[in-house]
């Protein structure tokens, strides 16, 4: 079955202490981005990944980080998370149709994963 | 520029009414535009999408939008509203050959038995 899996899907952690959220997806995209949402803002975007090895900043980067080593998976950091960190977090993937003529970039999002940091 | 704003954060409509989410968009280029639907605990599920060809967009569960450049709109209708269309559905604009997707802060439907 197509799909954007994350792990895990609940987590209560405290100030300061590490902490990644794994993203997965088995349909070959390039394209993978993670989400944050927060009542009364809709999602906005943390950072996104074109491909391998090239990742960018989105609209709220600040105390995140990520990497994209293969292709599949797009791990979200938090080094030192922060009350204001608390949230619900998804991980979406597409292929980087929005560069093919006539294609569109529909992205499929995993389920999410609330974060409470204390 | 993009941006997405949705008009009223909670919509209640009785079974059988009409549905009727209003989005509207901000965007120097043409957009694409996309209704996204979030069931209770869940991900986010494309309902339908916009993409320069017709300009009524029929999408899944009875849900069709229509695309008013003249109006800057992009509004969600549904004819017969049911129990299960109860959830959070977010306006979302991108565009050719970028991926990035701009939400809206989102509506959530009741729907009243």
């Known amino acids: 079955e197509a799909q954007v899996t994350q792990n895990p899907r609940y987590l209560i952690t405290v100030t300061g202490k590490k902490l990644t959220v794994t993203c997965s997806q088995n349909?070959?995209?390039?394209?993978m981005s993670w989400y944050r949402q927060d009542p009364g803002l809709g999602l906005r975007q943390i950072y996104y990944?074109?491909?391998?090895?090239?990742?960018d900043k989105g609209d709220v980067p600040e105390g995140y980080k990520v990497s994209r080593k293969e292709k599949r998976n797009f791990p979200l950091i938090l080094e030192s998370p922060s009350p204001n960190q608390t949230s619900l977090y998804f991980c979406?993937?597409?292929?980087?149709?929005?560069?093919?003529?006539?294609?569109?970039?529909?992205?499929?999002f995993g389920p999410g994963t609330r974060l409470t940091v204390l | 520029a993009q941006s997405v704003t949705q008009l009223g954060s909670h919509v209640s409509v009785s079974e059988g009414a009409l549905v009727l989410l209003r989005c509207n968009y901000s965007?120097?280029?043409?957009?694409?535009l996309f209704w996204y639907v979030q069931y209770p605990n869940q991900g986010l599920q494309l309902l339908l999408k916009?993409?320069?060809?017709?300009?009524l967009v029929k999408g899944i569960n009875g849900f069709e939008a229509e695309f008013k450049k003249s109006e800057t709109s992009f509004h969600l209708t549904k004819p017969s509203a049911h129990m299960s269309d109860a959830a959070e559905y977010f306006c979302?604009?991108?565009?050719?050959?970028?991926?990035?997707?701009?939400f809206g802060t989102g509506t959530r439907l009741t729907i009243i038995p």
């Open positions: 965007s120097s280029v043409p957009p694409y």
């Open positions: 916009y993409t320069s060809a017709a300009t």
């Open positions: 349909m070959n995209h390039e394209y």
């Open positions: 979406a993937s597409s292929l980087t149709s929005g560069r093919i003529r006539g294609r569109t970039n529909e992205q499929f």
């Open positions: 979302a604009v991108s565009y050719f050959g970028n991926e990035k997707l701009t």
């Open positions: 990944s074109m491909n391998v090895e090239v990742t």
